[in-house]
């Protein structure tokens, strides 16, 4: 599941649209606090979060949510249309940001960056599975040794 965050509601609902039309689940948000509360109680493959909003910035909604040991691995997406300079951007970066947008957005370049990320996210799923299951038939093999070994040994005789 995606969220947005921004506290323009056309830009929420035209970004819902445009990626439920791509079968993407969205749920959307106003505020970083309204955010904050969300990502507690659902956990999502992406956040594409504004930068510019009243109260909390998106910079400090994406510390905050790093933070957060359930959503340490969401991938976030800053938008902005004001802060455009290499400082924000930069700062996107450093506070939780995987990449960073300027608006007004490029649709096809947002789905890309999107599907992009899912890829990524269901690779990493994949890999914990094969790990998971390795982890288990290295131990099942461990077990079965020491079986073997344990019926091996003979009584000593005196």
Same mark, same amino acid.
């Given at each position: 599941?995606? %969220?947005?965050?921004?506290?323009?509601?056309?830009?929420?609902? /035209?970004?819902?649209?445009?990626?439920?039309?791509?079968?993407?689940?969205?749920?959307?948000?106003?505020?970083?606090?309204?955010?904050? =509360?969300?990502?507690?109680?659902?956990?999502?493959? %992406?956040?594409?979060?504004?930068?510019?909003? #009243?109260?909390?910035?998106?910079?400090?909604?994406?510390?905050?949510? $790093?933070?957060? /040991? &359930?959503?340490?691995?969401?991938?976030?997406?800053?938008? /902005? +249309? +004001?802060?455009?300079? %290499?400082?924000?951007?930069? &700062?996107?970066?450093? $506070?939780?940001?995987?990449?960073?947008?300027? =608006?007004?957005?490029?649709?096809?370049?947002?789905?890309?960056?999107?599907?992009?990320?899912?890829?990524?996210?269901?690779?990493?799923? &994949?890999?914990?599975?094969?790990?998971?299951?390795?982890?288990?038939?290295?131990?099942?093999? &461990?077990?079965?040794?020491? =079986?073997?070994?344990? $019926?091996?040994?003979? #009584?000593?005789? $005196?």
């Amino acid at each position: 599941m995606i %969220l947005i965050v921004d506290d323009t509601p056309e830009n929420l609902i /035209s970004l819902k649209k445009v990626l439920e039309r791509h079968h993407f689940e969205v749920d959307t948000a106003s505020s970083g606090e309204e955010a904050l =509360k969300k990502v507690l109680k659902k956990a999502y493959v %992406l956040i594409i979060l504004d930068v510019q909003m #009243p109260g909390m910035d998106g910079f400090e909604v994406a510390e905050a949510i $790093s933070g957060f /040991s &359930k959503a340490k691995e969401t991938a976030i997406i800053f938008l /902005s +249309a +004001a802060n455009t300079e %290499l400082n924000f951007i930069t &700062k996107g970066y450093s $506070s939780g940001g995987l990449d960073y947008i300027t =608006k007004p957005v490029d649709i096809n370049i947002l789905l890309l960056k999107v599907k992009t990320f899912y890829q990524i996210y269901e690779q990493s799923r &994949k890999l914990i599975e094969v790990q998971k299951n390795l982890l288990e038939e290295i131990e099942f093999r &461990k077990q079965a040794e020491e =079986k073997k070994t344990n $019926s091996l040994v003979l #009584p000593v005789m $005196s």
